[in-house]
């Protein structure tokens, strides 16, 4: 059996101006982390047997690690679609901050935002996840299904409104 995979289902080219930024930044500063790295393989490599020696092996992994992000973000970035027109009217489109209220009563906040800036932490939800294309153009009071392989939940859209962006 060999370890090929099917290629992963692309990804929707949206990010606000704040996550583009952040990805620039990541971008930048990666190829500074890179520099360092480099100074300290060249280190590790003047020190004779490569085959046993831990700092070497390291750091030719970590150098192929920033080297995978490097060529990702260098890919990405030139595709990406940068929303920065807020919608008029009170829809659910990317971007939104989403309250909804499910079964139990229970109260949750969601912002849409493009798969590159996904946050548990902050409840900041790919548009290419189920709920928040089930949330997709609809208003308050809305009543949405949400069908994931484990569950179907019910929720209900408590408000909806939009960030400024800077």
């Known amino acids: 059996m060999g370890r090929w995979r099917p290629p ?29 790295v480099v ?17 070497y092996i390291y750091r030719k992994k970590e150098l192929g690690g920033l080297d995978r992000r490097i060529r990702y973000l260098q890919k990405r970035l030139p595709i990406l679609n ?22 139990d009563d229970d109260i949750y906040t ?15 939800i790919s548009i290419d996840s189920p709920l928040a294309k089930a949330l997709l153009a609809k208003r308050v009071d809305d009543e949405i299904v949400v069908k994931t392989e484990e569950k179907t939940t019910t929720m209900r859209i408590v408000s909806i409104r939009y960030k400024q962006q800077q």
């Open 8 to 36: 992963a289902p692309s990804s929707s080219p949206y990010i606000t101006p704040a996550g583009f930024a952040a990805l620039q930044k990541e971008l930048n500063d990666i190829w500074l982390r890179r520099r360092d």
């Open 39 to 55: 100074k300290a393989l060249a280190a590790a490599a003047a020190e004779g047997d490569r085959s046993e020696n831990a700092e």
């Open 82 to 103: 940068v929303v920065r027109d807020l919608p008029d009217g009170d829809a659910v489109y990317f971007g939104a901050i989403v309250e909804v209220r499910d079964d």
């Open 110 to 124: 969601y912002r849409i935002v493009g798969p590159d800036e996904t946050d548990a932490k902050i409840s900041a």
